[in-house]
């Protein structure tokens, strides 16, 4: 895969993704309270969407330096449906859209196991 495309690429998926992500971040934060510090329950909720949601990134980012081009391509795949599956979550907030993005969440961490068990030749 070239270096060029890869990157690029790579770096929407992981825009995209951090993007649909905020409006949830907002909501996680709006009943902060101001002195609250870094590690209180509402920041620490923050960081751990921010880690489930950069899962696929990150697969897609071993696929990439394994040259793995169909682990990037399922990858990219699964990152588009996380987007899509986040977008619709927050403009319904329906049953069917949460199952559907913890699907898509589970499939994510499934593929980044597999993309670091995979060997590199």
């Given at each position: 895969m070239n270096k060029v495309w890869f990157w690029i690429v790579w770096g929407l998926a992981f825009l995209v993704t951090n993007l649909s992500a905020l409006p949830i971040a907002a909501f996680i934060l709006y009943g902060a309270e101001a002195d609250a510090g870094i590690f209180s329950v509402s920041f620490?909720?923050?960081?751990?969407?921010?880690?489930?949601?950069?899962?696929?990134?990150?697969?897609?980012?071993?696929?990439?330096?394994?040259?793995?081009?169909?682990?990037?391509?399922?990858?990219?795949?699964?990152a588009f449906l996380q987007a899509a599956s986040l977008i619709v979550f927050m403009s319904t907030i329906s049953t069917a859209a949460v199952i559907i993005a913890m699907i898509v969440f589970v499939a994510a961490a499934v593929l980044l196991v597999m993309e670091i068990r995979r060997r590199a030749y």
């Open positions: 620490m909720k923050l960081i751990g969407l921010f880690l489930l949601m950069n899962l696929i990134t990150l697969q897609m980012f071993v696929a990439g330096r394994k040259k793995d081009k169909t682990g990037f391509m399922v990858g990219l795949t699964v």
